[in-house]
Protein backbone atom coordinates (compact mmCIF):
# COMPACT_ATOMS: atom_id res chain seq x y z
CA UNK A 1 0.00 0.00 0.00
CA UNK A 2 0.52 3.77 -0.08
CA UNK A 3 3.89 4.42 2.69
CA UNK A 4 4.97 8.43 2.98
CA UNK A 5 8.36 8.63 4.32
CA UNK A 6 9.70 11.61 5.93
CA UNK A 7 13.55 12.26 7.08
CA UNK A 8 15.03 13.08 9.69
CA UNK A 9 12.96 11.85 12.30
CA UNK A 10 14.42 14.62 14.44
CA UNK A 11 16.29 18.44 13.87
CA UNK A 12 18.02 20.43 16.43
CA UNK A 13 19.09 23.70 15.52
CA UNK A 14 20.44 26.56 16.76
CA UNK A 15 18.24 29.83 16.36
CA UNK A 16 18.47 31.69 13.22
CA UNK A 17 19.98 28.19 11.44
CA UNK A 18 17.88 27.08 8.49
CA UNK A 19 15.52 23.61 8.71
CA UNK A 20 14.61 21.03 5.92
CA UNK A 21 12.46 17.91 6.30
CA UNK A 22 11.76 15.68 3.05
CA UNK A 23 9.00 13.40 2.71
CA UNK A 24 8.92 10.72 0.10
CA UNK A 25 6.26 8.46 -1.43
CA UNK A 26 6.14 5.24 -2.80
CA UNK A 27 3.39 6.18 -5.24
CA UNK A 28 2.56 8.97 -7.62
CA UNK A 29 0.11 11.57 -5.26
CA UNK A 30 -2.61 13.74 -6.49
CA UNK A 31 -1.35 16.41 -3.79
CA UNK A 32 0.57 17.05 -0.64
CA UNK A 33 -0.03 18.65 2.48
CA UNK A 34 1.87 19.89 5.35
CA UNK A 35 0.72 20.32 9.18
CA UNK A 36 2.78 21.59 12.22
CA UNK A 37 1.96 20.10 15.73
CA UNK A 38 2.97 22.35 18.68
CA UNK A 39 4.01 20.14 21.81
CA UNK A 40 0.67 18.79 23.43
CA UNK A 41 -1.84 20.29 20.54
CA UNK A 42 -3.08 19.05 17.36
CA UNK A 43 -2.10 18.92 13.73
CA UNK A 44 -2.45 22.42 12.40
CA UNK A 45 -2.83 22.39 8.57
CA UNK A 46 -0.12 24.76 6.69
CA UNK A 47 -0.62 23.79 3.37
CA UNK A 48 -1.49 21.91 -0.06
CA UNK A 49 0.68 21.56 -3.14
CA UNK A 50 -1.04 20.12 -5.86
CA UNK A 51 0.98 20.42 -9.24
CA UNK A 52 3.89 19.14 -10.11
CA UNK A 53 7.30 21.08 -9.29
CA UNK A 54 4.82 23.33 -7.57
CA UNK A 55 6.82 26.33 -5.15
CA UNK A 56 4.87 28.00 -2.05
CA UNK A 57 5.95 30.21 0.25
CA UNK A 58 4.53 31.75 3.62
CA UNK A 59 6.53 34.39 5.31
CA UNK A 60 9.97 32.35 6.17
CA UNK A 61 8.83 28.48 5.16
CA UNK A 62 8.68 27.42 1.29
CA UNK A 63 7.44 24.29 0.37
CA UNK A 64 7.98 22.45 -2.76
CA UNK A 65 6.26 19.71 -4.50
CA UNK A 66 8.50 16.90 -6.91
CA UNK A 67 8.78 16.81 -10.20
CA UNK A 68 7.29 13.14 -10.35
CA UNK A 69 4.74 14.14 -7.32
CA UNK A 70 6.50 11.83 -5.09
CA UNK A 71 8.82 14.29 -2.98
CA UNK A 72 8.43 16.94 -1.02
CA UNK A 73 9.85 19.03 0.95
CA UNK A 74 9.24 21.91 3.34
CA UNK A 75 12.46 24.68 4.17
CA UNK A 76 12.43 27.16 6.79
CA UNK A 77 14.71 29.77 6.80
CA UNK A 78 16.11 31.41 9.88
CA UNK A 79 14.12 29.58 12.79
CA UNK A 80 13.02 31.12 15.61
CA UNK A 81 12.09 29.14 19.17
CA UNK A 82 8.04 29.68 17.45
CA UNK A 83 8.94 27.28 14.89
CA UNK A 84 9.54 24.56 17.29
CA UNK A 85 7.06 21.49 16.76
CA UNK A 86 6.71 18.26 14.80
CA UNK A 87 6.18 18.95 10.82
CA UNK A 88 4.26 16.18 9.22
CA UNK A 89 3.41 15.64 5.32
CA UNK A 90 0.49 13.63 4.06
CA UNK A 91 0.00 12.33 0.75
CA UNK A 92 -3.12 12.06 -0.93
CA UNK A 93 -2.54 8.84 -3.32
CA UNK A 94 -4.98 5.97 -3.01
CA UNK A 95 -8.72 8.20 -1.72
CA UNK A 96 -7.13 8.60 1.70
CA UNK A 97 -4.27 10.68 3.57
CA UNK A 98 -1.31 9.40 4.66
CA UNK A 99 1.04 11.00 7.01
CA UNK A 100 4.38 10.98 7.40
CA UNK A 101 6.12 9.94 10.70
CA UNK A 102 7.07 13.50 11.26
CA UNK A 103 10.03 16.08 11.69
CA UNK A 104 10.71 16.90 15.28
CA UNK A 105 12.24 20.45 15.57
CA UNK A 106 13.75 21.74 18.65
CA UNK A 107 15.39 25.36 18.18
CA UNK A 108 18.10 26.47 20.86
CA UNK A 109 17.55 30.03 21.63
CA UNK B 1 -16.98 29.53 13.27
CA UNK B 2 -16.66 26.58 15.71
CA UNK B 3 -13.63 24.23 15.53
CA UNK B 4 -13.57 20.25 16.02
CA UNK B 5 -14.93 18.87 18.96
CA UNK B 6 -14.02 15.96 20.78
CA UNK B 7 -15.24 14.71 23.13
CA UNK B 8 -14.00 13.13 25.57
CA UNK B 9 -10.60 14.50 25.69
CA UNK B 10 -9.22 12.34 28.18
CA UNK B 11 -10.29 8.88 29.26
CA UNK B 12 -9.18 5.68 31.05
CA UNK B 13 -10.02 2.94 30.80
CA UNK B 14 -9.50 -1.34 31.55
CA UNK B 15 -8.42 -3.68 29.16
CA UNK B 16 -11.47 -5.68 27.79
CA UNK B 17 -13.33 -2.96 28.22
CA UNK B 18 -14.53 -0.90 25.24
CA UNK B 19 -14.98 2.90 24.32
CA UNK B 20 -16.33 5.34 22.25
CA UNK B 21 -15.03 8.59 21.22
CA UNK B 22 -16.95 11.58 19.70
CA UNK B 23 -16.60 13.93 17.04
CA UNK B 24 -18.54 16.92 16.34
CA UNK B 25 -16.77 18.18 12.70
CA UNK B 26 -16.67 21.80 11.51
CA UNK B 27 -20.09 23.26 10.48
CA UNK B 28 -20.93 22.51 6.72
CA UNK B 29 -18.04 19.84 6.65
CA UNK B 30 -19.10 16.27 5.68
CA UNK B 31 -16.24 14.01 6.23
CA UNK B 32 -14.55 12.73 9.04
CA UNK B 33 -11.71 10.91 9.46
CA UNK B 34 -10.03 9.28 12.42
CA UNK B 35 -6.41 8.95 13.39
CA UNK B 36 -4.94 7.07 16.16
CA UNK B 37 -1.07 9.16 17.18
CA UNK B 38 1.43 7.12 19.10
CA UNK B 39 5.06 8.45 19.68
CA UNK B 40 6.17 5.34 17.88
CA UNK B 41 3.66 4.93 14.83
CA UNK B 42 3.10 8.61 13.92
CA UNK B 43 -0.40 9.32 12.64
CA UNK B 44 -2.12 5.90 11.48
CA UNK B 45 -5.62 6.43 9.57
CA UNK B 46 -8.23 4.40 11.23
CA UNK B 47 -11.05 5.52 8.62
CA UNK B 48 -13.27 8.30 7.21
CA UNK B 49 -16.43 8.97 6.45
CA UNK B 50 -18.68 10.83 4.73
CA UNK B 51 -21.93 11.58 4.48
CA UNK B 52 -22.77 8.63 6.87
CA UNK B 53 -20.69 6.14 4.71
CA UNK B 54 -18.04 5.16 5.31
CA UNK B 55 -15.69 5.69 2.27
CA UNK B 56 -12.10 4.16 3.16
CA UNK B 57 -10.39 1.90 6.02
CA UNK B 58 -7.24 1.82 7.37
CA UNK B 59 -5.28 -1.64 8.52
CA UNK B 60 -6.91 -1.81 11.96
CA UNK B 61 -8.78 -4.54 13.65
CA UNK B 62 -12.11 -4.96 13.38
CA UNK B 63 -12.26 -4.17 17.25
CA UNK B 64 -12.20 -0.18 16.27
CA UNK B 65 -15.41 1.02 14.07
CA UNK B 66 -17.63 3.66 13.50
CA UNK B 67 -19.92 5.67 12.12
CA UNK B 68 -21.52 9.14 11.44
CA UNK B 69 -24.88 10.52 11.61
CA UNK B 70 -27.15 12.58 9.41
CA UNK B 71 -25.55 15.47 11.17
CA UNK B 72 -21.85 14.94 10.30
CA UNK B 73 -21.24 13.93 13.90
CA UNK B 74 -19.07 10.76 14.17
CA UNK B 75 -18.47 8.15 16.35
CA UNK B 76 -15.31 5.55 16.55
CA UNK B 77 -15.87 2.34 19.34
CA UNK B 78 -12.94 0.19 20.12
CA UNK B 79 -14.07 -2.97 21.78
CA UNK B 80 -12.18 -5.12 24.49
CA UNK B 81 -9.26 -2.47 24.95
CA UNK B 82 -6.04 -3.68 24.68
CA UNK B 83 -2.74 -1.78 26.29
CA UNK B 84 -1.83 -0.93 22.68
CA UNK B 85 -4.89 0.51 22.13
CA UNK B 86 -3.22 3.60 24.35
CA UNK B 87 -2.72 6.53 22.44
CA UNK B 88 -4.16 10.05 21.15
CA UNK B 89 -7.52 9.97 18.38
CA UNK B 90 -7.61 12.79 16.61
CA UNK B 91 -10.76 13.09 14.59
CA UNK B 92 -10.30 15.43 10.84
CA UNK B 93 -13.07 17.13 9.84
CA UNK B 94 -12.89 18.10 5.91
CA UNK B 95 -14.88 20.05 3.49
CA UNK B 96 -15.36 16.87 0.53
CA UNK B 97 -13.24 14.29 1.85
CA UNK B 98 -10.44 12.92 1.73
CA UNK B 99 -8.55 15.83 3.36
CA UNK B 100 -9.47 18.08 0.63
CA UNK B 101 -8.62 21.76 1.10
CA UNK B 102 -6.74 20.48 4.05
CA UNK B 103 -7.95 18.83 7.37
CA UNK B 104 -8.93 20.74 10.69
CA UNK B 105 -8.53 18.59 13.72
CA UNK B 106 -9.98 18.30 17.01
CA UNK B 107 -7.65 18.79 20.15
CA UNK B 108 -8.13 15.02 20.53
CA UNK B 109 -9.39 12.35 23.06
CA UNK B 110 -5.93 10.63 25.20
CA UNK B 111 -6.78 7.20 26.10
CA UNK B 112 -4.92 5.64 28.40
CA UNK B 113 -5.81 1.62 29.11
CA UNK B 114 -4.60 -0.11 32.25
Known amino acids: GQQVMQIPQYQHVQEGEDFTTYCNSS?????IQWYKQRPGGHPVFLIQ?????EVKKQKRLTFQFGEAKKNSSLHITATQTTDVGTYFCAGNGNNDMRFGAGTRLTVKP | KAGVTQTPRYLIKTRGQQVTLSCSPI?????VSWYQQTPGQGLQFLFE???????NKGNFPGRFSGRQFSNSRSEMNVSTLELGDSALYLC?????????????FGSGTRLTVV
Open chain 2, 49 to 55: YFSETQR
Open chain 1, 49 to 53: LVKSG
Open chain 2, 92 to 104: ASSLRGQGSYGYT
Open chain 1, 27 to 31: TTLSN
Open chain 2, 27 to 31: SGHRS
